[in-house]
């Protein structure tokens, strides 16, 4: 079945340290790939895409997310966390412009 | 950028009435609304897609006639959840796709429903 996984439920790191959230997906062919955060009490907020083109895509606060086709993987990356990157962490996919997809998501606790 | 609000953002209600939910695109016109529900601590389940003039589709398992869903216009589409119960209660997001950016969904901030 076509799916989204995100395999880290709870991160928990200090501050400074880097982060790497993971993202597979099982659809075939083409897809955009999205990573979206939700603050506490708050709406989701999009943080970065991946239509085309560079497989290496930056977004928002100096987050990044790396688009490896061979390995149907999205992961999100921040080579030094905050505290106020305290949230959930949710990857989409979307295939053929259809409905959005997502990962059960992670939550991220930065200890300051 | 495009904006997407819901009304209301809380709602508390009783058990058994009907509870509307309105989802707008403010600056753009939207073709597609889809609709999801989050549990507490839990990811966006799809609910159902809805396109302007015509009949929602919606996901396995979920109610078409307990989950009323109206896309009238191309900036508007509603959620009634009829005959409300405690189970019900839950976060619901709504999101609108451009006709224009075609990839891409807008998320409104939700609203959370509580059914006493």
């Known amino acids: 079945a076509q799916s989204v996984s995100q395999h880290n439920h709870h991160v928990i790191l200090s501050e400074a340290a880097s982060l790497e959230l993971g993202c597979n997906y099982s659809?075939?062919?083409?897809?955009?790939l999205f990573w979206y955060v939700q603050y506490p009490g708050q709406h989701l907020q999009l943080l970065l895409k991946?239509?085309?083109?560079?497989?290496l895509v930056k977004g928002i606060k100096g987050f990044e997310a790396e688009f490896i086709k061979s390995k149907f993987s999205f992961n999100l990356r921040k080579p030094s966390v905050q505290w106020s990157d305290t949230a959930e962490y949710f990857c989409?996919?979307?295939?053929?412009?259809?409905?959005?997809?997502f990962g059960a998501g992670t939550r991220l606790t930065v200890k300051p | 950028g495009a904006v997407v609000s819901q009304h209301p953002s809380r709602v508390i209600c009783k058990s058994g009435t009907s509870v509307k939910i309105e989802c707008r695109s403010l600056?753009?016109?939207?073709?597609?609304m889809f609709w999801y529900r989050q549990f507490p601590k839990q990811s966006l389940m799809l609910m159902a897609t809805s396109n302007e003039g015509s009949k929602a589709t919606y996901e396995q398992g979920v109610e078409k006639d307990k989950f009323l869903i109206n896309h009238a216009s191309l900036t508007l589409s509603t959620l009634t959840v009829t005959s409300a119960h405690p189970e019900d209660s839950s976060f619901y997001i709504c999101?609108?796709?451009?006709?224009?950016?075609?990839?891409?969904?807008?998320f409104g901030p939700g609203t959370r429903l509580t059914v006493l």
């Open positions: 999101s609108a796709r451009d006709g224009k950016t075609y990839n891409e969904q807008f």
């Open positions: 600056d753009f016109q939207a073709t597609t």
């Open positions: 659809y075939g062919g083409t897809v955009n």
């Open positions: 991946y239509f085309s083109g560079d497989p």
């Open positions: 989409a996919v979307n295939k053929n412009n259809n409905d959005m997809r």
